[in-house]
T-cell receptor
Framework: QKEVEQNSGPLSVPEGAIASLNCTYSDRGSQSFFWYRQYSGKSPELIMFIYSNGDKEDGRFTAQLNKASQYVSLLIRDSQPSDSATYLCAVKGGRKLVFGQGTRLTINP | DAGVIQSPRHEVTEMGQEVTLRCKPISGHDYLFWYRQTMMRGLELLIYFNNNVPIDDSGMPEDRFSAKMPNASFSTLKIQPSEPRDSAVYFC????????????FGEGSRLTVL
Protein backbone atom coordinates (compact mmCIF):
# COMPACT_ATOMS: atom_id res chain seq x y z
CA GLN A 1 0.00 0.00 0.00
CA LYS A 2 1.29 3.42 -0.94
CA GLU A 3 1.85 5.80 1.94
CA VAL A 4 -0.24 8.54 0.34
CA GLU A 5 -2.87 7.75 -2.28
CA GLN A 6 -4.73 10.02 -4.61
CA ASN A 7 -6.97 9.42 -7.59
CA SER A 8 -4.75 10.40 -10.51
CA GLY A 9 -7.69 11.70 -12.52
CA PRO A 10 -8.01 13.53 -14.74
CA LEU A 11 -10.84 15.24 -12.92
CA SER A 12 -12.90 17.51 -15.13
CA VAL A 13 -15.12 20.16 -13.53
CA PRO A 14 -17.15 22.94 -15.18
CA GLU A 15 -16.21 26.52 -14.42
CA GLY A 16 -17.99 27.84 -11.35
CA ALA A 17 -18.60 24.40 -9.84
CA ILE A 18 -16.95 22.85 -6.77
CA ALA A 19 -13.92 20.66 -7.37
CA SER A 20 -13.31 17.97 -4.76
CA LEU A 21 -9.91 16.33 -4.44
CA ASN A 22 -9.30 13.40 -2.11
CA CYS A 23 -6.32 11.80 -0.43
CA THR A 24 -5.84 8.88 1.95
CA TYR A 25 -2.73 8.04 3.95
CA SER A 26 -1.47 4.92 5.67
CA ASP A 27 0.56 6.21 8.63
CA ARG A 28 -1.89 6.75 11.49
CA GLY A 29 0.74 8.75 13.35
CA SER A 30 0.88 11.45 10.67
CA GLN A 31 0.63 14.93 12.12
CA SER A 32 0.55 17.45 9.30
CA PHE A 33 -1.14 17.56 5.94
CA PHE A 34 -0.51 19.75 2.94
CA TRP A 35 -1.87 20.49 -0.50
CA TYR A 36 0.52 21.61 -3.21
CA ARG A 37 -0.49 22.84 -6.64
CA GLN A 38 1.67 22.15 -9.68
CA TYR A 39 1.01 23.78 -13.01
CA SER A 40 2.16 21.89 -16.08
CA GLY A 41 5.92 22.24 -16.50
CA LYS A 42 6.28 24.13 -13.23
CA SER A 43 7.31 23.28 -9.69
CA PRO A 44 4.94 22.49 -6.82
CA GLU A 45 3.79 25.34 -4.58
CA LEU A 46 2.06 25.11 -1.21
CA ILE A 47 -1.55 26.29 -1.17
CA MET A 48 -3.01 24.84 2.05
CA PHE A 49 -2.01 23.05 5.21
CA ILE A 50 -4.10 21.53 7.99
CA TYR A 51 -3.10 19.98 11.30
CA SER A 52 -6.37 19.41 13.17
CA ASN A 53 -9.50 17.44 12.40
CA GLY A 54 -12.21 19.45 10.68
CA ASP A 55 -12.24 22.13 8.03
CA LYS A 56 -9.86 24.97 7.28
CA GLU A 57 -10.90 27.65 4.83
CA ASP A 58 -8.73 30.05 2.85
CA GLY A 59 -10.57 32.02 0.21
CA ARG A 60 -12.04 29.63 -2.32
CA PHE A 61 -10.10 26.70 -0.87
CA THR A 62 -11.19 24.45 2.00
CA ALA A 63 -9.05 21.66 3.40
CA GLN A 64 -10.78 18.91 5.34
CA LEU A 65 -9.09 16.40 7.65
CA ASN A 66 -10.46 13.25 9.23
CA LYS A 67 -7.70 11.49 11.14
CA ALA A 68 -9.93 8.60 12.20
CA SER A 69 -10.57 7.76 8.56
CA GLN A 70 -7.05 8.81 7.51
CA TYR A 71 -8.55 11.05 4.89
CA VAL A 72 -7.73 14.54 3.64
CA SER A 73 -9.60 16.50 1.02
CA LEU A 74 -9.40 19.81 -0.78
CA LEU A 75 -12.47 21.64 -2.02
CA ILE A 76 -12.19 24.44 -4.54
CA ARG A 77 -15.30 26.58 -4.77
CA ASP A 78 -16.23 28.66 -7.81
CA SER A 79 -13.63 26.82 -9.89
CA GLN A 80 -11.74 28.93 -12.41
CA PRO A 81 -9.82 27.85 -15.53
CA SER A 82 -6.69 29.08 -13.70
CA ASP A 83 -7.25 26.31 -11.14
CA SER A 84 -6.42 23.71 -13.81
CA ALA A 85 -3.32 22.00 -12.46
CA THR A 86 -2.14 18.88 -10.69
CA TYR A 87 -2.85 18.89 -6.96
CA LEU A 88 -0.43 16.99 -4.74
CA CYS A 89 -1.40 15.80 -1.29
CA ALA A 90 1.56 15.62 1.11
CA VAL A 91 1.63 14.03 4.54
CA LYS A 92 4.20 14.46 7.27
CA GLY A 93 4.67 11.79 9.90
CA GLY A 94 8.15 11.67 11.35
CA ARG A 95 10.73 13.76 9.57
CA LYS A 96 9.68 13.12 6.00
CA LEU A 97 7.13 14.83 3.81
CA VAL A 98 5.60 12.15 1.57
CA PHE A 99 3.74 13.16 -1.57
CA GLY A 100 0.90 11.42 -3.33
CA GLN A 101 0.94 10.90 -7.08
CA GLY A 102 -1.24 13.94 -7.61
CA THR A 103 -4.68 14.50 -9.17
CA ARG A 104 -4.85 16.32 -12.48
CA LEU A 105 -7.71 18.82 -12.42
CA THR A 106 -9.16 20.48 -15.51
CA ILE A 107 -11.68 23.31 -15.23
CA ASN A 108 -13.78 23.61 -18.37
CA PRO A 109 -14.95 27.13 -19.33
CA ASP B 1 14.75 36.74 -2.51
CA ALA B 2 15.45 34.97 -5.81
CA GLY B 3 14.04 31.67 -4.61
CA VAL B 4 15.65 28.28 -5.03
CA ILE B 5 17.90 28.27 -8.06
CA GLN B 6 18.67 25.10 -9.99
CA SER B 7 20.91 24.43 -12.93
CA PRO B 8 20.89 23.23 -15.58
CA ARG B 9 17.20 23.52 -16.46
CA HIS B 10 17.54 20.88 -19.12
CA GLU B 11 20.19 18.22 -19.63
CA VAL B 12 20.37 15.64 -22.37
CA THR B 13 23.15 13.12 -22.07
CA GLU B 14 24.08 9.65 -23.18
CA MET B 15 23.99 6.56 -21.05
CA GLY B 16 27.15 6.15 -19.03
CA GLN B 17 27.95 9.84 -18.77
CA GLU B 18 28.25 11.69 -15.49
CA VAL B 19 25.52 14.18 -14.66
CA THR B 20 25.80 16.93 -12.05
CA LEU B 21 22.78 18.94 -10.97
CA ARG B 22 23.21 22.06 -8.89
CA CYS B 23 21.09 23.90 -6.38
CA LYS B 24 21.25 27.16 -4.47
CA PRO B 25 18.70 27.23 -1.63
CA ILE B 26 16.95 30.28 -0.26
CA SER B 27 19.26 32.16 2.05
CA GLY B 28 18.59 31.34 5.69
CA HIS B 29 16.84 28.06 5.01
CA ASP B 30 18.42 25.28 7.04
CA TYR B 31 16.89 22.36 5.16
CA LEU B 32 17.58 21.30 1.61
CA PHE B 33 15.81 18.49 -0.21
CA TRP B 34 16.36 16.68 -3.49
CA TYR B 35 13.26 15.17 -5.11
CA ARG B 36 12.78 13.26 -8.33
CA GLN B 37 9.51 13.36 -10.26
CA THR B 38 8.37 10.87 -12.90
CA MET B 39 4.96 10.02 -14.29
CA MET B 40 5.18 6.49 -12.92
CA ARG B 41 6.46 7.19 -9.40
CA GLY B 42 5.39 10.76 -8.74
CA LEU B 43 7.50 12.97 -6.48
CA GLU B 44 10.05 10.96 -4.52
CA LEU B 45 12.38 12.24 -1.83
CA LEU B 46 15.96 11.27 -2.58
CA ILE B 47 17.88 12.93 0.25
CA TYR B 48 17.69 15.87 2.59
CA PHE B 49 20.21 17.97 4.49
CA ASN B 50 19.99 19.97 7.67
CA ASN B 51 22.68 22.60 8.20
CA ASN B 52 24.69 21.04 5.35
CA VAL B 53 24.65 17.57 6.94
CA PRO B 54 22.87 14.69 5.15
CA ILE B 55 20.10 13.48 7.45
CA ASP B 56 18.23 10.89 5.40
CA ASP B 57 19.48 9.42 2.13
CA SER B 58 17.27 6.34 2.17
CA GLY B 59 15.57 7.49 -1.02
CA MET B 60 18.76 7.54 -3.06
CA PRO B 61 18.12 4.73 -5.54
CA GLU B 62 21.59 3.25 -5.68
CA ASP B 63 25.28 3.94 -5.41
CA ARG B 64 25.32 5.69 -8.75
CA PHE B 65 23.65 8.64 -7.00
CA SER B 66 25.47 10.93 -4.61
CA ALA B 67 24.69 14.31 -3.11
CA LYS B 68 26.79 16.88 -1.34
CA MET B 69 26.27 20.17 0.39
CA PRO B 70 29.67 21.78 0.93
CA ASN B 71 28.17 24.99 2.31
CA ALA B 72 24.85 26.59 3.17
CA SER B 73 24.36 28.06 -0.28
CA PHE B 74 25.19 25.18 -2.60
CA SER B 75 24.33 21.54 -3.16
CA THR B 76 24.96 19.04 -5.93
CA LEU B 77 23.32 15.82 -6.99
CA LYS B 78 25.54 13.62 -9.08
CA ILE B 79 24.68 10.55 -11.14
CA GLN B 80 27.59 8.45 -12.34
CA PRO B 81 27.15 6.55 -14.59
CA SER B 82 23.76 7.71 -15.83
CA GLU B 83 21.16 5.30 -17.22
CA PRO B 84 17.98 5.89 -19.29
CA ARG B 85 15.79 5.05 -16.27
CA ASP B 86 17.27 8.08 -14.50
CA SER B 87 15.37 10.34 -16.91
CA ALA B 88 13.12 12.53 -14.76
CA VAL B 89 12.68 16.03 -13.42
CA TYR B 90 14.89 16.60 -10.41
CA PHE B 91 13.68 19.23 -7.96
CA CYS B 92 15.65 20.90 -5.24
CA UNK B 93 13.65 22.45 -2.40
CA UNK B 94 14.54 24.33 0.74
CA UNK B 95 12.71 24.96 3.98
CA UNK B 96 13.13 27.14 7.02
CA UNK B 97 11.69 24.64 9.46
CA UNK B 98 11.22 20.92 8.98
CA UNK B 99 8.14 20.90 11.17
CA UNK B 100 6.37 23.47 9.04
CA UNK B 101 6.23 21.28 5.94
CA UNK B 102 6.38 24.23 3.60
CA UNK B 103 8.93 23.51 0.93
CA UNK B 104 10.04 26.07 -1.61
CA PHE B 105 10.87 24.31 -4.84
CA GLY B 106 13.24 25.32 -7.58
CA GLU B 107 12.17 25.21 -11.21
CA GLY B 108 13.61 21.74 -11.60
CA SER B 109 16.22 20.13 -13.83
CA ARG B 110 14.78 17.98 -16.60
CA LEU B 111 17.20 15.15 -17.29
CA THR B 112 17.02 12.96 -20.37
CA VAL B 113 19.43 10.05 -20.62
CA LEU B 114 19.57 8.50 -24.08
Amino acid sequence: QKEVEQNSGPLSVPEGAIASLNCTYSDRGSQSFFWYRQYSGKSPELIMFIYSNGDKEDGRFTAQLNKASQYVSLLIRDSQPSDSATYLCAVKGGRKLVFGQGTRLTINP
Amino acid sequence: DAGVIQSPRHEVTEMGQEVTLRCKPISGHDYLFWYRQTMMRGLELLIYFNNNVPIDDSGMPEDRFSAKMPNASFSTLKIQPSEPRDSAVYFCASSLMLAAGELFFGEGSRLTVL
